[in-house]
């Protein structure tokens, strides 16, 4: 069984930045795809960004291109979303998510690709 807990989330004014992490537990991580998603209120959860299952490539929805990076440290088995240049439409429960796909990052941009998911961690962007 595949764990995901977030953390990192957290107030940060407008033109701040945070980093969140994604500990996982019960995988290999090399062997299954990564992404995060995020869920404002009133919203349907949307795609952020992910990272391909041997780390080689990343793949961003055009609203955060430039502002986040994805990223993952294998040893610690651990990903990261660095997100600079904070905007309040930011403001979302971000959730990591595991995915078994092995194909290139831009194939993992719906929800249903996903086997895993972890419980979010809530941002807010103030103005």
């Known amino acids: 069984q595949v764990q995901l807990v977030e953390s990192g989330g957290g107030l940060v004014q407008a033109g701040g930045s945070l980093r969140l992490s994604c500990a996982t537990s019960?995988?290999?991580?090399?062997?299954?795809?990564m992404g995060w998603f995020r869920q404002a209120p009133g919203k349907e959860r949307e795609f952020v960004a992910a990272?391909?299952?041997?780390?080689?490539?990343?793949y961003y929805t055009d609203s955060v291109k430039g502002r986040f990076t994805i990223s993952e440290n294998d040893a610690k088995n651990t990903l990261y979303l660095q997100m600079n240049s904070l905007k309040p439409e930011d403001t979302a429960v971000y959730y990591c998510?595991?995915?078994?796909?092995?194909?290139?990052?831009?194939?993992?941009?719906?929800?249903?690709?996903?086997?895993?998911w972890g419980q979010g961690t809530q941002v807010v962007v103030s103005s």
């Open positions: 998510a595991a995915s078994r796909y092995l194909g290139p990052p831009y194939g993992l941009t719906t929800y249903d690709r996903y086997d895993y």
């Open positions: 019960g995988r290999t991580f090399s062997n299954y795809g």
């Open positions: 990272i391909s299952w041997n780390g080689g490539s990343t």
